[in-house]
């Protein structure tokens, strides 16, 4: 399935076609563009490589920094200063920006070194990067796990080198650089060298092997050579002593000429470093091609696990990749812990758990329900040492919690590994670190009042009181289920009585964007909205039914333009992600239908080809997962073990599910097309038993045959058997 992903997509401005129907409704309020890169990724690895032009937020492309409407240009044209590694993919404002030891292939002084070169030639595909810089040089990227491997293929000329820069870091715009607090770089031997950066807290370390034997081996400081020196220390650095330095290889280039650098990395030490780049690219010289070859052969046994039937090559592309953009993301590191000495899993980049949580997490866990159990022991070590379960998490000392946005999410992770009985988790122990992060931060204000302010969190700690309940039912703690379930119902108190949530300093939207999510008892969500009919002329009036077309912010938009269009209360068309479940609200309503209407025009106006196929920010892939699960069909409610069905975008589809293969088949299908009718389901099966609009996880996980019949007005499909609601968390969905 590799031919079919393309890494360049989301890296532009969105430039879609103009949106008709419901889509032309929908307002889009956050960045216009996917923030993605098309760097050389190995499938959850630790490490990633592209070319480095300082844009914002990955470090790749044409971009200043933005939070709304079109973002601005800060280059005309691709360019670069050489190749970093740790991009972010797909995230927005978040400072998580890396880009660490940049390698500059030149035929310059020294003195140019920071010069931007124009890209030309670019090529990119799963775990490969290339381009040609404007001095004749072609650069090759592939990246292992731990490591990354660099090609370069040089002109004839008397004074070619590599330069490697490790005092660099973040992005050239202003206040996004990352300075290294200490630093050591010493030659050890011909072709090799070892070294560490303390950058934010973390020390990170580096080897390096390069295959340049007739070439002169040499440290720098403050762009000047050090020919004599093989160590350079730097113990105490401040923004304000910085100077630039690092190491190179220099010497006359034959056309054609190929120099290959090898690059291992580590949170714990140079000798870790070492050890992870032979066990990434074994010993020798030339190993580029073989450790492309591996990481190409990862990348195929993922993207294999899920199969469609389509014959539109544009339409694979867009699932290929965006099933692509999913797996990139967070950064695995077994045994790279840099704060506590245990060995074990330990995860980074975990950088918006606010959305991978609802699409991104659940499609791990099916995918790879082992990296899901190494994730959640991860996130469980990080709040035994660190005091919570993070929000989010980066490589840099400290659990970045972003309160913010959101609390107490880890816990549906939990929840749903709970329920399916994934083995490999400690369940008393992370029940006792689940209900203490439960009393921390927004928390303590739930415990006293009832609620917490901005008013969603009262949502998420409500969900994690009732997801902490799961596990301790599991470890059969009867009295400590009978503490929590009360306070499980206190989602109540976030509700006004307009149905919506109460007034509240919501993060990036209105208490509009946030007031559909499918809590554990939506029978008793609708029924403090007025009953289903004033529940879904709620949700009518959120997604544009029959509203006119919307004008979206433009470049620069004036803060009266974002005003005007907040105020209308609507649905954001995942350009921004709060409310991306929002249309599987009308299932509860009984109205399937309706998620049939809104879920066709996103899949087939919101995302597209090329560079600017993505409505919004991929946030780590929360948002492309969002459109594989909705593609085949499939929408998990995340922490209740739960999914509903609605018309998948293929006629087929087979996925390799944690326990089994799930076979996906329609009747009645048509191939659609953007602003063409939609199908609604009329009858499904699962494994020949009708099913009415929802499937346990459980089942789901275990795989089986899903049969849904469809056609071209609704039926009585859905409308009268709604998906459970879970007041009770000891009540089981089967």
Known sequence: MLEHVDPFNGTEVTDLPAPSRLAATWWWPKPQV??????????????????????????????????????????????????????????????????????????????????????????ASPGYYAATLDNGVRAELTVGPKSAVHRYTFPQHKDARVVVDLSMGGLSIPYSATTPLRAYLETIAPGKAQGTIVVEGAPLSIYLECDAPSWRQMLWY????????????????????????????????????????RMGFSLRGVEQARENLRRDVGTGTARFDKRLASTRSSWTDL?????????????????????????????????????????????????????????QLPLLTALQPGKAIDLANALLAI?????????????????????????????????????LDIPGIDWDWALVNMQADLRRTYGEDYLLTGVAHPISHTLDLAFGY???????????????VHELAPLAEGWRNAFGDDGLLLDSSYYEGTKHNYSFRLVHDMAERIALAGGDDAFVALLDAFFGIHAPAVTQPGVRPSKAEMDEGYSLGRF????????????????????????AEVVHDIVHQQFGRGRGGLPGNDDSGGLSSWFVWTCLGLF???????????????????????????????????????????????????????????????????????????????????????????????????
């Open 34 to 123: 996917g923030n993605t890169h098309p760097g050389a990724c190995h499938p959850l690895g630790m490490v990633s490589a592209c070319a480095y032009s300082g844009a914002y937020p990955t470090g790749y492309g044409l971009y200043d920094l933005s939070t709304e409407g079109v973002p601005e240009r800060i280059h005309d044209s691709y360019v670069a200063s050489g190749f970093t590694h740790f991009q972010q993919s797909g995230t927005g404002a978040i400072r998580k920006y890396y880009n660490y030891f940049r390698v500059t292939p030149m035929l310059e002084p020294l003195d140019g070194l920071g010069k931007d070169f124009a890209l030309t030639e670019e090529e």
């Open 222 to 261: 403050d762009r000047r050579l050090m020919p004599a020196g093989a160590r350079l220390d730097l113990d105490h650095i401040r923004p304000t002593t910085l100077r630039p330095f690092g190491l190179m290889w220099a010497g006359p280039s034959l056309a054609g000429q190929t120099v290959e650098l």
């Open 303 to 359: 993207m294999d696990s899920i199969k469609v039937e389509c014959d539109d090559p544009a339409r694979l592309e867009v699932f290929y990749t965006a099933l692509y953009h999913s797996l990139i993301k967070p950064c695995f590191a077994r045994d790279e812990s840099p704060f506590w000495p245990a060995d074990g899993p330990f995860v980074f980049d975990i950088s918006t758990m606010w959305d991978i949580y609802r699409t």
């Open 383 to 419: 709040c035994e040492q660190e005091g919570n379960l993070p929000i989010g998490y980066r490589m840099a000392r400290g659990s970045d919690r972003f309160s913010r946005q959101a609390s107490a999410l880890a816990h549906t992770l939990l929840s749903d590994l709970c329920q």
């Open 466 to 480: 009732w997801c902490t309940a799961k596990v301790a039912d599991r470890v059969e703690d009867s009295a400590l």
């Open 572 to 595: 954001e068309g995942l350009n921004n992600e709060p409310d991306m479940e929002a249309p599987w609200a009308y299932h509860y309503a009984g109205r399937p239908d309706r998620t």
């Open 636 to 734: 998990p409610v995340a922490g209740q073990n739960l999914f509903l069905l609605h018309p998948p975008a293929f006629a087929s589809a087979s996925i390799a599910m944690s326990r089994g293969t799930l076979v996906i088949e329609t009747e009645g299908f048509v191939e659609p097309v953007p602003g063409g009718p939609v199908q609604y389901v009329q009858s499904a099966t699962f494994d020949g038993e009708p099913v009415t609009s929802y499937l346990s996880g459980s089942r789901v996980h275990a795989g089986g045959t899903l049969r849904l019949v469809l056609g071209a007005e609704p039926g009585t499909w859905g409308t009268e058997t709604r998906p459970p609601s879970l007041p009770d968390p000891l009540t089981q969905v089967h």
